[in-house]
Each structure stands twice: as structure tokens, then as C-alpha cells.
């Protein structure tokens, strides 16, 4: 415990140099000692305020700033400026008016926390009578005043000019002077047709100095907003006024060629950043893996993470999204579980990410365990990643669990919409698609591109032609869709489905868009003797089945599994069976050139059957076998499978490269229509 003499004399010197204290505590223990031993004095109470309000101890800094009658403008900057960093942006305005209610004229550090909180409460209005103040007291000639209205206007220039939000400010200073009147300038003089790009080019054109900020500021508002070509020329103008671009500049321009594919000028960015010592930053690696992915340059990608010597959660979250954006999803899984074993905490992002991969490699089990790391994680309130699951479960054959988590769901955007109707549609379930598609616009959901998609495959696979037709009409006669490549291919599919070849035809002759194939006939046929001269087959009929947490992969007579022998046994035993209920080999669709015995055999062997015979083999008696395959499911095997649900009374489910195919009891949910 220290003598009073040397607490007076220790609280004068913190006094004199505040910026010495260190730490909340001994930021309290300042207070605790000053109480104690110094009289009061608005000058030390201001300080004290200020020491408070650097480290964002609200309720000690309103304490004192309350004992105080009339609090000098250190008092009043300290308390907007603590409101602003705790979050509490209308008192921190509220504050700001009344000051200058009293003649109180702010200084120049000041307004960032002020226009700090105008950007958090989406008021453009009051931001520009905010301005006029700066202007009419003369303070805009201030590199950080001109900095924070540069990070203001920026913010703002994606909304409307007029301030389509909703203004919800003004409110707050009912009964008090307003503050256009305050500051001499009316946010209605400044007219609110004015674009954002004008008043940003305005104020750092006003700027007697600018710093990195200053640019950076500028480029990022631009980049954020799609205005890339505006952005570059700052980059350049930047260049010109001699100010070097650090690593928040290159990251900000990064994603710009990543939306353009321009490897070239993302490779001379990178060589930048090396040769200037940028590569090792997180934001830049991050934003580099992202444009490598965005060019579907992968190695790319992943080289430049595995230079990184430390990695946080947003490389950890590029890379694995680089990975799944462009098919490579075993490694994209195999990263996932990389990032846990290095103890890097997952984000929600990280989820949204990963559940594509369980999707497409339908590993259900990884996607169940994904989704309690999710509830545990407390994650599950997350729309995206609820709609990201929604997908999975549809995808990987559960489209129970899909329309429950949908059901669960608070609020259904359109990507949680289109989600579950898809789903729906490649399960064979269109009327259910349908019906979910004219809730959505029940619910105000407006229908957009990708929905339309996954109505048009609901009413293929059910052969709905007629309902199709009304939706591919009422596309861009309601919604003001115009008809793209995959909404003519999805048509055209109906059409040749049901049989009305003619019409698919005339269909695709009448197209708007430009023609697919070009007519180009005899280029086409030149381009198949190529590929068969230099080796280039069709990708070979494949099955995937997952079986105690493994996926276990099987070609058409492909005799290379451990357990092959028992398969093969399998197999003929369900042939017998199957036989006894009807069944006969149908070898229309096989054109090898053999004999009818060695056809029979080829089916036998198809992947499907094998992958079902091991399934049969390797589960318990009544569980659900699910298989995936790369093709189209045969004519023969889909009755073969429809007659080994019935003789073995379990239910298999089929994804094959359009659908799912539910068998059971002999029969098949598709209705012998795919």
C-alpha cells in the first residue's frame, strides 16, 4: 500500500502523461487513487474521462463526464468518441448536438467518431450535415477528418442517393436544435441527386494532403461496389501523386481481376507484393488465393497457402473454398480437417464452404457430423449455412432431413427457396417443387435465374410439359427474366423426354441466345476422330456406396475389390431371385459387339449392381443402401434394382447424373419416367 504523498505524486504524473497507462486496471486504479487524493478539478476529471474513454470503459467515463456542470470539450470528445467505439452510435450523435447546442466547437479529432456513427446507422442525410459542419468550421483541410468522410461516402455509394433507407436518426434530437442548423448547412442544400462517386472525387480533390489512407479508402469503396475501372484509376492516380500501395491496397484490387479472370495482372500483383514483402500478409494471401481460384488456376492457390508460414481462419477459409469451387472437393475435405487438428476454430463461412463437398461426393456421414459440429458450434441459426444444409441433405438422398431443417428455418431467403425446390425436383417429387415454388411467391419471395432452373427439371423429370411451358412464359412476362442456356437446355430435355422430338427441335431453333453448337457439324465429327486418336475416352460407368464411414468406388467389370468374390456370389443369388419374380435380361441398350450371353454378362456387372450387391453384403438386413453413379441408371438395371427392393424389402435410393431414384417394394419413385 503506498503513502498518501507518493499516490498524490504518482496521480499527477499519470495526469501529465496519460498515455502511459497501459491497461484497464491500472486505468481504474488511477480513479480509485484520485478520489482519494486530489480535489476536484473539471481540467483532471476530463482527463481521467479521456484516459476512460481510450479504453472504451463506458460506464466509469459516464460517471465522471455526469459530476461534471459544464464539461469542457475534452469531456464532450471523450464521451462521443467512447459512445462510438462501444456501439452506442445515437448517443454518441446525441452527445455531438448537444455540445453544440452550448457554443461548444468541436475539434478535428473529433468527427471520424461522429461520421463513424452516421456510416453505422445507414443516415447519408445526416452524414452530409455533418460535412457542412466540417466545412463551415474550416476543419476540412484535416488529413483525418478528410479520411473518415472519404470512408463515409465510400460506405454510402452503393445506396441510393435520395437515402432509400430508412432514416430513423432524427428522431433522437426531437425537442433539441437540429443539427443543420447548428452547423449552417442543410443536408437538402447539398441535393440528395448527387452521386456518391462525385462527392468522394470532391472531398479528396478538397484534401490539401492525403496519405495511404486516404487512397486506400477511395479504392476499397470503389472495388466494394463494383466499380472496378474507377477503382484501377485511383490504383494508377495513386501512383502518380508518389504514394506507394501497401498491403490493404493490393487487397483491395486483388478481387477486382479475380472477377475479370485476369490471371495476368493478378500474377503481376503478386509479384508486388513479393518483391515488397506483402506475400506473407493474411489478407493478401487470402485475396490471392481467391483469385487463383476465381481463374481456375488451383495449384496456384494452394501453393501460395502452403508458403505461408502462420495461417488464421480466413486462409484457412479461402483455401478450402478454392478447393470446392473448382471440383477438387477430397482435398477441400482433407484441408477442413487439417484446419481442426491445427486448432483453428471454424466460422460460419467455413461451413458454407465445405457442405458443397459432402454434397457432390454424397458422404452423408461426414455431413451428419458436420451438422453437430454446427448445433454444438451454435451455428444453426445461420441462414446460409442452414440452406447449405438443406442442399446437402437433398443431395446426398435425404430430403426428409432436407424439408425439415427447411421447416426449421425462421426466415427462407432465395437461396434457402431454391434449395429445398431443387431438391425436391431431383428427387422426382415436382408436384411438391411446385407447390413450394408458388408458396415462395406467396411469401413475397421474388423468383429469380436459378429457381426457374429447378422448377424446369421438377416438371423433366415429371414430364409436365404443359405446366413447364406456362413458367418458361411467365418467366419474363412477370418476373422480367429473359430465358438463359440452362433454361433452354432444361425445355429442350422435357420436350425429348416426352417424346415431343419435333417440338424440342423447333424449341431450340427459336432460341434467343446464341447457338450452342453453331451448326458446326463437321468441325464436331473432326473433333471426335481427334479425341479417339489421341486417346480420349468417355468418362467410364462408375458407383459410389458408403459403408461404414468409407467410400468404396466400383467400375463396370471391374473385378479389383477385396471382396469381389462375395460380390460376384451376391449377385447371382439376387439374379435367381429376381428371376423367380419375372425378370429378363434386357440387352436392347447394350451396342457392344458380342454375342447375347456375353451382353447378359456385361450388365451383370454393371457398377450399380456391383456397388448394390457389396451394399447387401456389408449392412444390416433392412438398412437403407444409397448409391451414387456417373451416368445415366440403365433400362435394365432400374428394373433389375426395382425387383432386388422387393426380394431383399429394403429401400435403395440411386443418384445418377440427373436424379435420385427411390426403389422400393419393387417399385421406383420416378415412375419408370427418367
Not at 174 to 202: F, H, N, V, W, Y
Not at 367 to 396: E, P, T
Not at 502 to 527: L, P, Q
Request: hydrophobic share 40%; with cysteine.
Amino acid at each position: 500500500m503506498t503513502s498518501n504523498s507518493t499516490a498524490k505524486t504518482l496521480v499527477k504524473t499519470f495526469l501529465r502523461t496519460p498515455h502511459s497507462l497501459k491497461t484497464k486496471f491500472q486505468a481504474k486504479q488511477l480513479l480509485a487513487q484520485f478520489l482519494k487524493t486530489q480535489p476536484y478539478s473539471p481540467s483532471s476529471i476530463s482527463i481521467l474521462i479521456s484516459v476512460y474513454s481510450n479504453f472504451n470503459l463506458l460506464h466509469p467515463s459516464l460517471f465522471l463526464f455526469n459530476s461534471l456542470n459544464s464539461p469542457p470539450l475534452l469531456a464532450w470528445k471523450s464521451i462521443v468518441k467512447c459512445y462510438a467505439n462501444s456501439g452506442h452510435f445515437l448517443n454518441s450523435l446525441t452527445c455531438f448536438v448537444q455540445m453544440r447546442s452550448f457554443g461548444i466547437y468541436p475539434d478535428p479529432n473529433m468527427f471520424p467518431f461522429v461520421l463513424k456513427a452516421c456510416v453505422f446507422l445507414k443516415n447519408l442525410r445526416l452524414g452530409e450535415s455533418i460535412h457542412g459542419c466540417v466545412i463551415r468550421l474550416g476543419l476540412d483541410f484535416d488529413l483525418f477528418t478528410g479520411n473518415a468522410l472519404l470512408n463515409m461516402y465510400a460506405k454510402f455509394q452503393s445506396l441510393q442517393p435520395n437515402g432509400g433507407h430508412k432514416v430513423f436518426a432524427f428522431n433522437v434530437f426531437d425537442g433539441m436544435p437540429k443539427c443543420d442548423e447548428l452547423c449552417g448547412t442543410s443536408a437538402q442544400e447539398k441535393g440528395a441527386s448527387i452521386i456518391q462517386l462525385d462527392r468522394i472525387t470532391k472531398v479528396l480533390e478538397m484534401m490539401p494532403k492525403r496519405d495511404v489512407v486516404s487512397w486506400n479508402t477511395v479504392i476499397a469503396g470503389n472495388a466494394q461496389n463494383g466499380m472496378y475501372e474507377e477503382a484501377l484509376r485511383m490504383v494508377r492516380e495513386m501512383g502518380n501523386a508518389n504514394m506507394k500501395p501497401d498491403s490493404f491496397t493490393l487487397s483491395s484490387v486483388l478481387p477486382i481481376f479475380a472477377e475479370y479472370v485476369d490471371v495476368i495482372k493478378g500474377k503481376e500483383i503478386h509479384g508486388y507484393a513479393i518483391r515488397h514483402w506483402f506475400d506473407s500478409d493474411f489478407y493478401i494471401a487470402s485475396s490471392l488465393i481467391d483469385m487463383y481460384a476465381n481463374c481456375a488456376r488451383i495449384e496456384d492457390s494452394c501453393s501460395v497457402f502452403n508458403l505461408l508460414s502462420k495461417r488464421d481462419d480466413i486462409s484457412w477459409n479461402s483455401i478450402i473454398a478454392a478447393c470446392v469451387q473448382n471440383g477438387v472437393f477430397d482435398e477441400g475435405l482433407k484441408l477442413f480437417r487439417q484446419m481442426l487438428t491445427a486448432e483453428v476454430k471454424p466460422r460460419d463461412v467455413t461451413f458454407s464452404s465445405i457442405m458443397p463437398a459432402c454434397a457432390y461426393l454424397t458422404t452423408l456421414h461426414l455431413g451428419k457430423q458436420l451438422h453437430g459440429y454446427i448445433i454444438r458450434g451454435g451455428f444453426n441459426d445461420n441462414m446460409f449455412i442452414a440452406s447449405s444444409l438443406v442442399d446437402m441433405y437433398a443431395k446426398c438422398g435425404n430430403i426428409k432431413a432436407a424439408r425439415w431443417i427447411f421447416n426449421q428455418m425462421e426466415h427462407h431467403d432465395m437461396v434457402s427457396w431454391t434449395a429445398i425446390i431443387m431438391g425436391y425436383a431431383l428427387h422426382g417429387h415436382a408436384h411438391d417443387a411446385l407447390l413450394l415454388f408458388k408458396q415462395m411467391e406467396m411469401d413475397g419471395v421474388k423468383p429469380n435465374y436459378v429457381s426457374y432452373i429447378a422448377v424446369f427439371t421438377a416438371c423433366s423429370h415429371a414430364g409436365l410439359t404443359e405446366e413447364a411451358w406456362r413458367y418458361f412464359n411467365s418467366m419474363s412476362r412477370n418476373h422480367g427474366i429473359k430465358p438463359g442456356l440452362e433454361h433452354y437446355a432444361a425445355m429442350a430435355d422435357l420436350l425429348g423426354r416426352a417424346g415431343k422430338l419435333e417440338e424440342a427441335y423447333e424449341f431450340i431453333g427459336s432460341m434467343h441466345t446464341a447457338s450452342t453448337a453453331a451448326r458446326r457439324w463437321k468441325d464436331a465429327a473432326k473433333m471426335r476422330i481427334f479425341m479417339k486418336k489421341k486417346g480420349i475416352r468417355k468418362e467410364p460407368a462408375c458407383s459410389w456406396i458408403e459403408v461404414k464411414n468409407r467410400v468404396h468406388t466400383f467400375i463396370s467389370g471391374d473385378k479389383s475389390h477385396p471382396l469381389y468374390d462375395r460380390i460376384f456370389e451376391a449377385l447371382k443369388d439376387l439374379l435367381e431371385q429376381i428371376e423367380r419374380e419375372g425378370y429378363i435380361p434386357d440387352t436392347n441398350e447394350d451396342f457392344h459387339d458380342v454375342d447375347e450371353e456375353q451382353k447378359k454378362y456385361i450388365i451383370f456387372s454393371h457398377s450399380e449392381r456391383l456397388a448394390l450387391a457389396f451394399g447387401i453384403i456389408s449392412t444390416p438386413a433392412g438398412t437403407t443402401i444409397r448409391i451414387t453413379k456417373n451416368i445415366r441408371v440403365c433400362v435394365d438395371c432400374h428394373t433389375a434394382i426395382k425387383l432386388i427392393s422387393k426380394v431383399v424389402q429394403r429401400e435403395i435410393i440411386v443418384r445418377d447424373n440427373s436424379r435420385f431414384h427411390h426403389f422400393k417394394d419393387g417399385k421406383c419413385s420416378c415412375r419408370d419416367y427418367w
